[in-house]
């Protein structure tokens, strides 16, 4: 069956206040519109709370983090440890990591008289939906109770099939095509929000924040990007925007020259990119090199330093949307950062956070359940109003999380600022 779903209304829309320009209609297919792009402020930050303190003290065991004694109990991760966008999966398995260590660290979880050591089993998908398949089914195979991943959505979907027909929990820190969770299936949760929110909040920002009223779209035809770019054309009209042009490019294009030019022949104030860092930054340098001019804004597929490295000089202006709130609103960020900085010598790439509080999301179901597979899907499916790093998580019926937080950055000085957050109810 499938689990009935439905958005809510925008609960809170910003967290500070925002200077725009209105447009008027003219001829020639465009919109007159005058594009303010440096009139955003940034998110303000937010002090310590009792969550933080929790996780700095918790970050001083992960220093000693050691297998304790008793039944191993295998918690399975999958995602992107090999190939281009090794990063993001990497940064999610550190995360899941560091959950597990804190635990052990601590003695293990007992339950009902038996003491779990909990152990990661991690297997690459290669954002690939094949590779993530034969990833599910040997992490089935391993007799894993529960799953954090996948990274990206594609690889993502293909998982889910095989983690459902086996009962196993799958909770993705990062996969926002909608898909995921409306394929009926009673195993697959996320921690972030979804495409068909955060491309309608992309909008919003591009024409009543900033004001720009023509909008070109471009996207990589992954069924990330391309779902994600969708959501932006679809919304910018209802926004009283013009989609001037819509271009698609391959995954593995390096030449963009051919869309670029005809999406200049359109003279688009915004051109949104639905896909990842590794074309965004060259999109946005061969875009200047024609003479492109348009304010460049993409989703969290690009809301990385990798972007920022590629395109180089050109990234100043650039924005991203991001699901989850700005580290800076995050209560439990700072210490997190710390132990994550302490173990991998390293910081934080993108959602190891999200991944962290996943992982204890399945630690919270095995101290309530034990290490019954099937219990621990039913105290997930319960989870209600979980406090973690990132934010507070209760489950809607299909598998999403009820509130869903959306920030857009901007580079200046050659990093990522927050400059706006979007809080979505969801039912």
């Given amino acids: 069956m499938v689990r009935a779903r439905g958005l809510g209304v925008l609960a809170a829309a910003t967290l500070l206040p925002f200077a725009f320009a209105c447009g008027s209609s003219s001829g020639g297919g465009t919109t007159a519109s005058t594009c303010k792009p440096g009139s955003v402020s940034y998110v303000p930050s937010t002090t310590a709370s009792t969550a933080a303190l929790t996780y700095a003290a918790a970050s001083n065991a992960l220093q000693t983090a050691h297998q304790g004694a008793g039944t191993v109990l295998k918690i399975g991760f999958i995602g992107i440890l090999s190939g281009q966008y090794t990063s993001y999966g990497v940064d999610e398995q550190r995360g899941a990591q ?3 260590d804190a635990v052990n660290a601590a003695g293990g979880i007992t339950v009902g008289g038996t003491t779990y050591t909990l152990q990661l089993d991690s297997q690459d998908d290669a954002a690939d939906p094949t590779k993530g398949a034969q990833g599910a089914t040997k992490l089935v195979d391993d007799k894993v109770v529960a799953v954090i991943g996948g990274t990206f959505s594609g690889a993502t979907i293909a998982e889910s099939k095989i983690f459902s027909d086996n009962g196993i929990t799958q909770i993705s820190p990062s996969a926002t095509n909608p898909k ?4 009926g ?13 955060q491309g309608p909040a992309d909008a919003d920002f591009i024409v ?7 909008v070109g779209v471009m996207d990589d ?10 959501a932006v054309n679809t919304q910018v009209p209802v926004d009283k925007g013009t989609v001037v042009d819509r271009e698609h490019v391959d995954t593995n294009q390096t ?15 915004v051109i949104f990119y639905g896909g990842y860092s590794a074309q965004f930054g060259p999109i946005v340098q061969q875009a200047r090199r024609l003479g492109i001019k348009a304010t460049f804004v993409s989703g969290d597929g690009s809301q ?20 989850g709130p700005a580290p800076s609103l995050q209560p439990g960020y700072a210490a997190f950062a710390a132990a994550y900085k302490a173990k991998y010598n390293a910081d934080i790439f993108q959602y190891a956070p999200q991944a962290f509080d996943a992982t204890n999301i399945v630690i919270n179901a095995i101290k309530t359940a034990g290490g019954d597979k099937a219990a621990i899907l039913a105290a997930v499916t319960a989870t209600n109003n979980y406090q973690g790093v990132a934010q507070g998580y209760t489950f809607t019926s299909t598998g999403d999380v009820k509130v869903s937080i959306f920030t857009i950055y901007k580079v200046e000085s050659g990093a990522w600022k927050a400059v706006r957050a979007v809080n979505l109810n969801v039912s």
């Fill in 98 to 100: 560091l959950a597990l």
């Fill in 180 to 183: 995921y969770t409306s394929q």
């Fill in 185 to 197: 299936f009673k195993t697959a949760f996320r921690v972030v929000g979804r495409d068909d929110q």
């Fill in 208 to 214: 009543k924040t900033l004001g720009c009223l023509n």
């Fill in 221 to 230: 035809k992954s069924q990330y990007g391309q779902g994600l770019a969708d």
């Fill in 255 to 269: 030449d963009f020259s051919a869309q670029l030019t005809t999406m200049k022949g359109k003279n688009p104030d």
């Fill in 304 to 323: 990385d330093a990798d972007a920022i490295k590629l395109a180089g000089s050109d990234a100043e202006g650039l924005f991203a949307s991001n699901a």
